[in-house]
Every structure is written in C-alpha cells, then in structure tokens.
C-alpha cells in the first residue's frame, strides 16, 4: 500500500468514476482501475460497487476512506511541518456558511492574504452539517459553523455571536402582521443541514405554531444567499437568516427585520478542525488573526431587530 494508491481510492470516491479521477490525478484510466484492484486484493475486501453510472464505495470501502484521508491528511502536515519552518505557507482548505462567506470573511481573508501570500488559500462553502462531514473527512482544514455540537472528534472555538431575525418584505412591519399570514407564506431556506433552518423549525415548534396549524405549508430550498433574499424582498416568502445579511444586502431597503424570542434570537459562529489534526503555520496564524478581526467584531456592536 503506498501514498499513489491512497490519493487514487480517495479521488474515485470524490469523482464517482474511475475516468473523472484518473483526470483529477493526471493519469490514465487503466492505471487508476490496476490500482484500485491492487488495493482491495491486498485488503481482502471490494472497495467498491460498479454500476453504469459510475461506482459508489462499498461499506468496507466507506470504513477504508476515513483512514486513507487521515493517512494523507498527517503526510501533508508532517511534510508542511518539516518545511515551513513555522513560516505560514502551502494550501489552506477553509470552509464557511453561506452567510458567514457573505458578511463576515472578506476583511479577515483579505487581509490574511495580503500578510501571508505563500499560502493557497480555498473557501468551500455548505450547510453546517456538510462542514462538519469535511472537516472530519480531512477534505477541509478548519470550517466556521452555526453553533457548538456534541462531537468529541472536533475541536470548536467560539469566534461571534450573529443576531438572527425572521426576514420578510418591506411591506409587513410587525411581527403580528407576519405571524398572521403566516400559513400563506413559503420559507426560503437552504438545504437540510443548515443551522438557521433547523433554528427555524425549532422556533416554530417552540412557539406552538406546529401542532395549531400555522406554519407555512410551502418550503423551498435555494442554493444562494442572493436568492434567497431576492425572493423574500420580491414578497414572496420568508426566511431566517443572521440580520446583519438582511442590513448589509444591496436589497436593504425591500426588506424587514422582524425580532425572535431571546430563546433563539441568538446564535454562536464556531470554528471548527480535527482534534487530532496538529494545525500548521498557515492554519495557525489564521486562527489567530480570526481571533483578532472578530474581537470586537468588524461589524461594530450588534444592532437589535426592529422592535415590535
């Protein structure tokens, strides 16, 4: 078993076929397939499941991803701490909520890569859940999610508090007014995973909205923050999101804050990574200068929802 056949396995599984991962590693694909086949007689195990639209990885090849990453994963991070001489270079996979990407990294990004040009920097974006299933599948080095979570694997660092509102058109300006269209209304979210859709869920349960009826029939899931404000400024919905998004958005002014409950009127953006994971001088020194940039935060004291 050697590092070549490891970066393979893991990029037939992130690709789906064994043609797009030969692509990815620059090879051909007859190497890629007499590689996999090297792997699994040397394991005594099917890594994978042919099918005509490509492979998926066998239940011991699902337990098999999880060390080859982390195998890679501490080569990457002995070779980087054998050469950087503690001097931040070489990638950085960082990972972020939609929002956060949107309102609150620009500064911090900016900057960190007018101080440290060396390093590659790369921003993934995705629903909480998603970040966390990367951070522990060593696919991203560190991600900023919504909320603390039970997991021993990860190491979590409270960065800031984000304000969250239910946001409507500019046309409802209480929150009775909105709570009393609210079985006619669609909730914008974004996919199963997000903190603020499940913050939403919740709140509505907790409200007793659920069990009287009252909550909007309609969901819809988006892909993008624009489109998601877009379609609540347009009146077509609601949504939840941090109100700093709904302030700071080109739309502003065709939109309205409305305040929740304290229960859930705020919440924490963490920082995550690998507990096992030895952060390297790039990691290092943008931990240290997202500590910096959030404290106090860029955005200046936190404005409340416009009171009703």
């Not at 007018?114 to 974006?125: D, G, I, K, N």
Request: charged share 20%.
């Amino acid at each position: 078993m050697d590092l070549r056949q490891l970066k393979i396995f893991c990029a037939v599984v992130d690709h789906g076929s064994f043609t797009a991962a030969a692509e990815a590693v620059h090879t051909v694909q007859s190497n890629v397939t007499m590689r996999v086949k090297e792997l699994e007689a040397e394991l005594g195990q099917p890594l994978f499941i042919r099918r005509r639209s490509g492979v998926m990885p066998t239940a011991a090849g699902e337990v098999f991803l999880g060390y080859a990453r982390r195998i890679l994963q501490l080569t990457d991070e002995s070779r980087a701490a054998l050469q950087d001489g503690g001097r931040p270079a070489g990638p950085l996979r960082l990972g972020a909520m939609e929002t956060t990407a949107a309102i609150r990294l620009p500064r911090l990004l900016g900057t960190y890569r007018a101080r440290h040009p060396e390093v590659r920097m790369s921003l993934t974006t995705g629903t909480t859940a998603e970040l966390i299933r990367a951070v522990e599948s060593c696919q991203l080095d560190g991600a900023f999610i919504g909320g603390r979570h039970q997991h021993p694997a990860l190491v979590q660092e409270a960065l800031f508090d984000e304000e969250l509102a239910l946001i409507s058109t500019s046309d409802i300006t209480s929150r009775d007014a909105l709570l009393d269209t609210l079985p006619d209304q669609t909730v914008f979210v974004f996919r199963a995973g997000c903190f603020y859709r499940s913050t939403l869920e919740s709140w509505f349960h907790q409200a007793g909205l659920v069990p009287s009826g009252l909550v909007p029939e309609q969901v819809m899931e988006m892909g993008t923050l624009d489109g998601i404000l877009s379609c609540v400024a347009a009146g077509m919905g609601i949504t939840l999101l941090p109100a700093s998004v709904a302030r700071n958005a080109s739309l502003a002014d065709a939109l309205h804050c409305h305040a929740l409950p304290a229960g859930v009127a705020t919440v924490t953006t963490v920082f995550i990574r690998r507990r096992d994971s030895l952060p390297g001088a790039a990691l290092k020194a943008f931990m240290a200068l997202a500590r910096a940039t959030f404290q106090p935060s860029p955005l200046g004291p936190p404005q409340p929802a416009d009171p009703e």
